[in-house]
């Protein structure tokens, strides 16, 4: 069912793993992986063994940008025709209403930072590095880093590293708020899969309407978003979920909720 070129998919029970795999390019975002990730993104959205996915990069980098050899020949129509295609791919990995981590390994510059954005938190192993280094090429970001990077940790700090195009390493990132933690190597994958499986024990209903009340309040104002919270509060009081994780608390047991 998961079978592709530039990515490898296995399963830890109900949490999916993915891993980039273009081992010579430093796991390069070359056209056909982007294409493969939109499908993946589909499959995985639409299968109900699949509660909650990882991402992360097989060898030494997750993910050393875009393949730059694809650009050369790019006119001004080309390359809004390419951001068009990244960002397709990446708001299907943004969107997807399964919980998502990027387990950052080595490199993620260009494309590999913008994606790991995509996910609903960020762990790296403290031999990760992070860069937006476009300029440098006379280009920008083009799979939602702009947007993305700045609703993250604040228009100063985003500005800063794509204007400069600087390199930081894992500590830094943590401190700037793009990670949310930094592990030894080893123990990335376990840190990765421990992180998962404690969001994963509760309500399946509950967490997909949590991130889409989050995902769609933080572009409105606080108002219009407070509208979209109240909204989706009413949708899981009306699920079979609330019913049992509010009788399980009162009879002071663990819920077991319908999903899992």
């Given at each position: 069912m998961y079978?592709?070129?530039?990515?490898?998919?296995?399963?830890?029970?109900?949490i999916a793993i993915v891993r980039f795999s273009r081992?010579?390019?430093?796991?390069?975002?070359?056209?056909?992986?982007?294409l493969e990730l939109a499908e993946l993104f589909d499959k995985l959205e639409n299968d109900p063994a699949v509660r909650g996915i990882i991402l992360t990069g097989e060898g030494r980098a997750f993910m050393a940008g875009a393949d730059i050899s694809e650009m050369k020949e790019r006119d001004a129509e080309g390359g809004r025709e390419?951001?068009?295609v990244s960002?397709?791919?990446f708001s299907r990995v943004a969107d997807i209403s399964k919980p998502t981590i990027a387990a950052v390994n080595g490199f993620a510059l260009g494309g590999g930072l913008e994606l790991s954005l995509c996910c609903d938190w960020r762990i790296a192993a403290e031999s990760a590095s992070f860069a937006a280094p476009e300029v440098t090429l006379?280009?920008?970001?083009?799979?939602?880093?702009?947007?993305?990077?700045?609703r993250l940790i604040g228009?100063?700090?985003?500005?800063?590293?794509?204007?400069?195009?600087?390199?930081?390493?894992?500590?830094e990132a943590e401190r700037i708020g793009l990670v949310n933690k930094v592990v030894p190597d080893e123990a990335l994958m376990d840190e990765a899969v421990k992180s998962m499986r404690e969001a994963l024990a509760n309500s399946a209903v509950a967490l997909g309407y949590a991130k889409e009340a989050i995902d769609t309040g933080i572009g409105l104002s606080l108002a219009d978003g407070i509208k979209v919270e109240i909204n989706s509060v009413g949708m899981v009081f009306g699920s079979e979920d609330r019913l049992e994780g509010v009788?399980?608390?009162?009879?002071?047991?663990?819920?077991?909720?319908?999903?899992k």
């Amino acid at each position: 069912m998961y079978d592709y070129n530039t990515i490898n998919v296995d399963m830890n029970e109900d949490i999916a793993i993915v891993r980039f795999s273009r081992l010579k390019a430093l796991n390069a975002l070359n056209h056909e992986m982007t294409l493969e990730l939109a499908e993946l993104f589909d499959k995985l959205e639409n299968d109900p063994a699949v509660r909650g996915i990882i991402l992360t990069g097989e060898g030494r980098a997750f993910m050393a940008g875009a393949d730059i050899s694809e650009m050369k020949e790019r006119d001004a129509e080309g390359g809004r025709e390419f951001a068009r295609v990244s960002n397709y791919a990446f708001s299907r990995v943004a969107d997807i209403s399964k919980p998502t981590i990027a387990a950052v390994n080595g490199f993620a510059l260009g494309g590999g930072l913008e994606l790991s954005l995509c996910c609903d938190w960020r762990i790296a192993a403290e031999s990760a590095s992070f860069a937006a280094p476009e300029v440098t090429l006379g280009i920008i970001p083009s799979g939602g880093g702009t947007q993305r990077l700045p609703r993250l940790i604040g228009s100063g700090r985003a500005k800063e590293l794509i204007f400069t195009g600087k390199r930081i390493k894992a500590a830094e990132a943590e401190r700037i708020g793009l990670v949310n933690k930094v592990v030894p190597d080893e123990a990335l994958m376990d840190e990765a899969v421990k992180s998962m499986r404690e969001a994963l024990a509760n309500s399946a209903v509950a967490l997909g309407y949590a991130k889409e009340a989050i995902d769609t309040g933080i572009g409105l104002s606080l108002a219009d978003g407070i509208k979209v919270e109240i909204n989706s509060v009413g949708m899981v009081f009306g699920s079979e979920d609330r019913l049992e994780g509010v009788s399980a608390f009162l009879e002071k047991r663990k819920a077991v909720f319908r999903d899992k």
